[in-house]
Nanobody
């Protein structure tokens, strides 16, 4: 399984950005794909996740209402639409995938077996 994240960059506060994550070799009906981020000196934190099949999506409180996770199964690609970016959103963003997660575990980074390489998002004031 390979995950390729892209779309990061330098933007100003209030701007929007869309991250993409393309998966290859990822099979199964119980896949959950998610986004995490890590800032310097901080732990990697959960941002959003979505079931590959099915409509359930999950968000961290810090991004709810600003970020939207969507999927395009035909393209094996997941997107994170980020609106209203804040300086505190600056981080390296990682996409990840896992099998067999239940709702109570989708936010647990330890449950994700597959990780992309990360893409840097920098939000300036």
């Amino acid at each position: 399984v390979q995950l390729q994240a892209s779309g990061g960059g330098l933007v100003q506060a209030g701007d929007s950005l869309r991250l993409s994550c393309t998966a290859s070799g990822l099979t199964g009906s119980s896949v959950t794909v998610g986004w995490f981020r890590q800032s310097p000196g901080k732990e990697r934190e959960f941002i959003a996740a979505i079931r590959r099949f099915g409509g359930s999506a999950y968000y961290a409180d810090s991004v709810k209402g600003r970020f939207t996770i969507v999927k395009d199964n035909a393209k094996n690609t997941m997107y994170l639409q980020m609106n209203g970016l804040k300086t505190e959103d600056t981080a390296v963003y990682y996409c990840a995938a896992a099998h067999g997660l239940i709702a109570s575990t989708v936010r647990d980074r330890g449950r994700y077996a597959y990780w992309g390489q990360g893409t840097l998002v920098t939000v300036s004031s």
